[in-house]
């Protein structure tokens, strides 16, 4: 698991008590609220941060290498708010797997929620995808959408949006490790299910 900050998705992966073992919680943020919440659970919880290795790349590798001392079969992108290298990717594809708060490929990259305000979309979500190369563009898992009402604010949107990243993050780690997800050439479906990748919340 890495992440960088409070770590709410973090969170709702450990509440939704997932037939998986979270073999350590890395963050490069030392002060992450996720990291402490690691620790009150007892689980491995190690901060590596970047402000001390100015070398994006070289970080990187430290990275990697720290990750696979863990042995994990799958790593979980939750808030973790840096760039990987493409050699960090390359590593780890196909096991590495992150949330974007957007219905990509719409709005890729920072400010999803102002960005969907100023467009005046009146759909917006939340994605879990497969991380490649392409920032914010790998192979789709599952997405959320909410509605847009016409006095959010970017936190109220978020707010919105959050809840159901909270729901399909856990979900998606959890046919994860049921050997469920079948990428094919880009797109990834679910073994025995052709309807659930989809959530159409209501919610206000
Ligand atoms: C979430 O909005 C997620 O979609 C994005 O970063 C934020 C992390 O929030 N990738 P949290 O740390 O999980 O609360």
């Known amino acids: 698991m890495l992440l960088s900050g409070r770590g709410s998705n973090f969170q709702a992966i450990v509440e939704a008590q997932l037939p998986i073992d979270i073999v350590a919680v890395i963050s490069n943020r030392p002060q992450a609220a996720g ?3 690691a620790r009150e659970r007892g689980l491995t919880a190690v901060a590596f941060d970047h402000t001390q290795h100015p070398d994006r790349a070289a970080f990187d590798v430290l990275l990697a290498d720290e990750i696979e001392r863990h042995r994990p ?11 990987l290298s493409p050699a960090f990717i ?3 594809e196909g096991r590495l797997l992150n949330i974007h708060p957007s ?16 467009e005046g979309v009146k759909i917006h979500g939340c994605t879990v995808h497969f991380v490649t190369a392409q920032l914010d563009h790998g192979p789709i898992v599952v997405q959320a ?13 978020a707010a919105r949006v959050l809840t159901q990243e909270h729901l399909i993050y856990p979900q998606a780690i959890r046919w994860f490790a049921e050997g469920r997800l ?18 159409l919340s209501t919610g206000t």
């Not at 079969?73 to 760039?83: E, K, W």
């Not at 219905?103 to 100023?118: I, N, Q, V, Y």
């Not at 959408?145 to 949107?157: S, Y």
């Open 73 to 83: 079969d799958l790593v979980v992108l939750a808030g973790y708010m840096r760039i």
């Open 182 to 199: 079948v990428n094919m050439h880009g797109r990834v479906n679910l073994k025995g299910d052709l309807t659930s990748q989809s959530v």
């Open 90 to 92: 390359a590593r780890f």
């Open 145 to 157: 959408a909410v509605p847009v009402h016409a006095d959010d604010t970017p936190a109220t949107l």
């Open 103 to 118: 219905l990509l490929p719409m709005f890729p990259g920072l400010k999803t929620h102002e960005r969907a305000l100023e």
């Open 35 to 37: 990291l402490a919440y």
